[in-house]
Structures are given as structure tokens and as C-alpha cells.
């Protein structure tokens, strides 16, 4: 047996008795220092060896096909134990692209997050590049149904594959993680800072938020700022720490105002009445789901859409207005970074211009609901 062999087989028993647990690594914005999210990072301590490093053991574990059972325990840990910090948080975990190439990858992450009542919104999916998958088609159909399912996924290490840019344009990303190395490299190296400032570009025009990793410096930070980067994550705002020294991180970190832990969280019976509440109105307005199926419309939205009552319910919203579902990932990505998705302009049946407005609908303790969407003109003569 050689050195890998016996790694791996140390792994899975160390996978078997509990012996790799999730360690949670703040993500800030950089307006505020507000901890938006947290990166689920795997440890493990073996007694006898100690520490080993997840740049030793993760390689291994994908080539010996123990990921997803190391990605099944730390969602479930980190589920179960987030029941008792603050709601308005997203988890990031790592996905190997080997991983999206099996057909059952988000079956098995619905199912954590379903048995551990956790909701799929707050999980960001973090995929590293690589070059050895040439086919693209099984990884998107995965981050698809991820998508759909309400999941959020990042492009991790951006810039050190051989073609991320190819990477950036074939799958759903709504997130961009600039790469430690070219953050730490800012200061000693103008041609670094004019990297990350291309890259914090890049992003946002495609619309997508972006979060500069390994941060260690308020140099670096400000640096960032002064770029319009949003998001960042390093040792200047926290190391990874087990999950007992989280509330500590968080409580040092999140200003209590924005603390919703305390906040009591709406009936579900609730939420469906405020709902139609609003559907009652003369407003052209619909409620959809975070995988973009509108489950209630006012009658005006109805009228406009040019469906009988009742029948844009259960349609997918891009089959009732001119939406892709990429726009999704967008609106979502837009979110993140605080801002306000742009009115998307339609001509209507009837030849008028209308504005549609579709925003985020969270809870009182920011998760998300689903989102709304809203003429902002009477499109239809008749209808004003
Ligand atoms: P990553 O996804 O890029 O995670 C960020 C790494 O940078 C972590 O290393 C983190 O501890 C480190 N880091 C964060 N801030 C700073 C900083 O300011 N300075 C420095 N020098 N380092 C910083 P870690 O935990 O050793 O993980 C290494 C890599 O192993 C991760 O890189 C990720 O690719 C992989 N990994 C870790 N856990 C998992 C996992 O559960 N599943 C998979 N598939 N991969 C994992
Ligand atoms: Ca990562
Ligand atoms: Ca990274």
C-alpha cells in the first residue's frame, strides 16, 4: 500500500468516526464589515499523524471518490449547527468539478438540507476550475439543478486554471472569488493590483458579485474598496475557527442592529396571506418562487399577461415574460452586492412598453422567499 493508499484509507475511517469536522471562515462586506456568509472549510486532526492539511488530503479524497460523502458531513454539521446562529447568513462549501459530473450531486445536497430544515437559498456553491473536464454538459446540468433548487454558485480561484474564462461563460456563475495569490501580490506588484481591478470589473459587468480572497492587510482592504470590490474574505477579518468560536466571530464581527437571530421568525400561513394580501391589489404583481415558478398574481398581472385568473400561477416566469433564467442568478448576484436589479424593459401584447421590476422577497430574518415582480406603468389601457 503506498502513501496515498494509506491516506485514504485513513480518510474514510476518519469520515466514519467523526474525525474531519467544518471549520467557518468569515465573508465580509467591505462597506460595513458585516459577515454576509461563511466558507465551510474541512479539518482534520488525526491523533496519531495531527494536522492534516486539506491541500494533502482533498486531492486524495477526490481521486478515491470520497468527496461527497466529506461534502454530506460537513453540510449537515454545519446545518445542524447553524440552527443557533444568525439567519441571514449563507454557507459556502467547496464542490470538486469531479463532483458535478455525478448526476446525483444535488439530489444528495437537497436531501442534507431538507432533513436538516436548512433552506437551499443560504447555500453557495464554491467550484474551483479545472482543466481535465473537457465536457462541459454534466457539471452545467448540476449547477442548473442547483440553481433551481435555490443554491447560489461561485467560481472559486479565479484566475489560476488554464481557462477561466471558458469556465466564467459556460456555467451558471453568480459569484467570483478572486484568487488569494494575486490579492496578496497587490502591493509588490503594480501588474497584480491591475489584475484584481480587471477582474473586479469583469465581474461586475457581467453582473456578478465578486469577493477577494486572502485579505491580511487593511492596505489591502482599502485597496479594494478604492476598486469597488465588495466582498472580501482573509485573516483581517477572521481565520477559519471551529464552530463553537463562531457566535464569538460573528458577535465581533455583524453589528447588533443587523443581528436577526433574535428576530422570530414569520408562519409560513403568514407569509402566504401577506402574499395574496398583496395580489388582492390593483397592481400588477406576482410572487414567484427562488426557482422562478410564480405562485400568486394579482388579478392586474393576470390581465396583463393576458392569461385567464389563476393561470400564471405555476408557469415559469421566462414563460410569461422576456426573462432568462440566468437573469436569476443575476437579480441574485446584484442582491449580494446591495444593489437594486435593473427594470427590465417588454413589449407588452397590446404594443406598449412596460417596466418590470423584479426584487428579492426575504423574511424578517433575510432569507430568501422568492421574489416579486411589478409593472412599474400600466401597460394595458384597459387595466388603468
Ligand atoms: P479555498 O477554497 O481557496 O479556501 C481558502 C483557503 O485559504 C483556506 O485554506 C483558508 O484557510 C485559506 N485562507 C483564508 N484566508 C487566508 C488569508 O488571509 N491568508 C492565507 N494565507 N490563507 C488564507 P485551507 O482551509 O487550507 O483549504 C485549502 C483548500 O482546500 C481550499 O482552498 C479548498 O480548495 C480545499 N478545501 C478545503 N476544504 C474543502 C472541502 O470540504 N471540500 C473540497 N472539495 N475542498 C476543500
Ligand atoms: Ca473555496
Ligand atoms: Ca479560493
New binding site residues.
Given amino acids: 500500500m503506498n502513501a496515498d493508499q494509506l491516506l485514504a484509507r485513513n480518510l474514510l475511517s476518519a469520515l466514519a468516526n467523526g474525525g474531519i469536522q467544518p471549520f467557518f471562515?468569515p465573508i465580509v462586506s467591505l462597506d460595513d464589515g458585516r459577515v454576509l456568509g461563511l466558507?465551510?472549510?474541512?479539518r482534520w486532526h488525526d491523533p496519531v499523524q495531527g494536522y492534516i492539511?486539506?491541500?494533502r488530503f482533498?486531492p486524495i479524497a477526490d481521486r478515491f471518490g470520497l468527496?461527497d460523502r466529506?461534502?454530506d458531513q460537513?453540510m449537515r454539521t454545519s446545518f445542524l449547527a447553524a440552527a443557533d446562529w444568525p439567519h441571514n447568513i449563507f454557507f459556502g462549501f467547496?464542490?470538486?468539478p469531479t463532483q458535478l459530473r455525478n448526476s446525483e450531486l444535488a439530489t444528495r445536497i437537497a436531501k442534507a438540507a431538507i432533513d436538516c430544515a436548512f433552506p437551499l437559498s443560504r447555500v453557495h456553491i464554491?467550484v474551483?476550475e479545472s482543466g481535465f473536464i473537457d465536457d462541459l454538459t454534466q457539471p452545467r446540468r448540476t449547477l442548473d439543478r442547483l440553481i433551481n433548487l435555490g443554491c447560489m454558485i461561485a467560481m472559486?480561484?479565479f484566475g489560476t486554471g488554464y481557462s477561466s474564462l471558458t469556465w466564467l461563460s459556460s456555467l451558471p456563475f453568480s459569484k467570483l472569488k478572486i484568487d488569494?495569490s494575486f490579492v496578496m501580490a497587490m502591493h509588490e506588484h503594480r501588474q497584480s493590483r491591475k489584475i484584481v481591478a480587471a477582474v473586479v470589473g469583469l465581474g461586475h459587468s457581467l453582473g456578478l458579485a465578486v469577493v477577494a480572497?486572502?485579505?491580511?492587510t487593511a492596505e489591502q482592504a482599502d485597496l479594494l474598496r478604492g476598486m469597488g470590490c465588495k466582498l472580501a474574505?482573509?485573516?483581517?477579518f477572521g481565520r477559519?475557527t471551529s464552530a463553537s468560536l463562531v457566535p464569538e466571530v460573528l458577535s465581533t464581527l455583524v453589528s447588533s442592529a443587523d443581528d436577526a437571530a433574535s428576530s422570530v421568525p414569520m408562519s409560513l400561513e403568514l407569509r402566504a396571506h401577506r402574499v395574496s394580501d398583496a395580489c388582492e391589489s390593483d397592481a400588477a404583481i406576482a410572487f414567484m418562487d427562488p426557482a422562478g415558478t410564480v405562485v400568486a398574481s394579482s388579478t392586474a398581472f393576470d390581465r396583463t399577461m393576458e392569461v385567464h385568473r389563476g393561470e400564471a400561477a405555476g408557469r415559469h416566469i421566462w414563460e410569461l415574460i422576456g426573462v432568462t433564467p440566468e437573469t436569476f442568478a443575476e437579480i441574485r448576484a446584484t442582491d449580494l452586492l446591495d444593489e437594486q436589479f435593473p427594470a427590465i424593459e417588454e413589449t407588452t401584447a397590446s404594443g406598449s412598453t412596460a417596466r418590470i421590476f423584479i426584487r428579492p422577497v426575504k423574511d424578517e430574518s433575510s432569507e430568501l422567499l422568492g421574489y416579486s415582480v411589478e409593472f412599474g406603468e400600466p401597460t394595458n389601457p384597459k387595466a388603468s
Fill in positions: 471562515q466558507e465551510v472549510l474541512a492539511s486539506p491541500d482533498i468527496l466529506l461534502l460537513l467547496n464542490v470538486s464554491e474551483t472559486d480561484d488569494a480572497e486572502g485579505v491580511e474574505q482573509g485573516y483581517l477559519p
